[in-house]
């Protein structure tokens, strides 16, 4: 049996119908750009997250870099996030001219809420938590330290669509939220995408303004601004995907109860927890495992696929050198144990049991 870690042309044969008329939708319309598609995606995504609006942007990396643009975040300024993360959570703050101020991580693999205020000074200008794998963080004191020492949040969501803390969904909770809908992601297009969500009136319009080329009007170009917009083909597909989202995202928890129930006497695997008040998505399960390196070469031998998210904080990072002395022991000790396992939801219950005999077998349970 060979198992891929992610499924994308069984994905696309269960939706082609669907996917196949939101295509054909845009082709026969002639209009790609900053159209009704993208309009309707963008009023359906607020809807389903529980914002006023919803931004449209190229991918989730300029979602976080307009909202930082936004926010009038310049040179010299700190932003708080955390080390263990795709690089394009700092690499967002690179681009604005920002500091990244890195953060350790807590048992969820967030950034940890009580590390947060030794770390605010009077350059601190926002606070970037990311809700990584498919669960949010500790948002209630994160948003305690917002309120206490005036700045703003920007919520990093791009692997947590349609996760919630005390019923709100991410990307609700800041000034801003920020999705990528990466072909991966648990809202996946078929190319680079991504969105800004916010309740904020004045935010949204200059979020829209500085994603095309910094105009409210065509040729006015009030403020400086990127060319990151959402096509109206990625709009259409994404509008037909959003439908599945809450099924999909069913699927998922149940993979990943059947993962639990099956490597829960492994000694030698830690299981993901599920924060209390959080509703958890699974955009990855991911264990923590002694003796990885071995574990994931058997795998591969077995035929299935997998993957470390992250093998190298962002922080050990050659392009971050200036932080590469820093010291985040969590993080760096979490980074050399963590496997992702495949939960996309298409994958069945048979190779799910498969992955899970092969991890027993080489455990010799």
Do not use: W
């Not at 969500?197 to 403020?223: F, P, V, W």
């Not at 490597?263 to 699974?282: C, F, M, Q």
């Not at 390196?293 to 992250?310: N, P, R």
Request: charged residues 30%; glycine residues 6%.
């Amino acid at each position: 049996m060979k198992i891929s870690f992610n499924n994308f042309k069984r994905q696309y044969k269960k939706r082609a119908e669907k996917i196949d008329s939101a295509v054909k939708r845009v082709l026969k319309s002639g209009h790609f750009i900053l159209g009704n598609e993208l309009a309707k995606f963008e009023d359906n995504f607020a809807d389903y997250i529980g914002t006023k609006h919803a931004i449209g942007v190229a991918n989730g990396l300029e979602a976080l870099q307009v909202s930082l643009m936004t926010l009038g975040i310049k040179e010299g300024d700190e932003i708080i996030t955390t080390s263990h993360s795709a690089v394009a959570t700092a690499l967002s703050i690179k681009a604005v001219g920002a500091k990244p101020v890195f953060v350790d991580i807590d048992d969820f693999y967030h950034i940890d809420a009580n590390k947060i205020e030794e770390k605010i000074n009077i350059r601190t200008k926002a606070i970037i938590p990311v809700h990584l794998y498919g669960q949010m963080t500790e948002i209630d004191k994160i948003l305690e330290l917002a309120v206490k020492y005036k700045i703003n949040i920007i919520e990093d969501c791009a692997q947590s669509h349609g996760a919630s803390y005390a019923n709100k969904k991410a990307g609700s909770f800041g000034a801003l939220g920020c999705f990528s809908f990466y072909p991966t992601k648990n809202l996946g297009a078929y190319g680079d995408a991504g969105a800004i969500t916010t309740s904020d009136d004045n935010l949204a319009e200059k979020c829209r303004m500085i994603r095309n080329y910094g105009q409210k009007n065509r040729y006015e170009h009030d403020i400086y601004g990127l060319n990151s917009r959402l096509d109206e083909l990625q709009a259409a597909i994404l509008s037909t995907e959003l439908t599945e989202l809450d099924k999909n995202n069913k699927r998922r928890k149940e993979i990943s109860k059947l993962y639990e129930k099956e490597l829960l006497n492994i000694k030698e695997i830690k299981l993901p927890k599920t924060r209390d008040g959080a509703s958890h998505v699974y955009h990855l399960f991911v264990i923590e495992s002694e003796r990885r390196k071995e574990l994931q070469i058997f795998l591969e031998k077995s035929g299935v696929a997998s993957l470390i998210h992250y093998p190298i904080p962002i922080h050990k990072q050659k392009c971050f050198a200036e932080c590469n002395s820093l010291k985040l022991p969590a993080t760096e000790k979490k980074s050399q144990r963590i496997l992702s396992l495949p939960i996309h939801p298409y994958l069945n219950d048979k190779e799910v049991l498969f992955i899970c005999k092969k991890i027993k077998n080489f455990y010799e349970i």
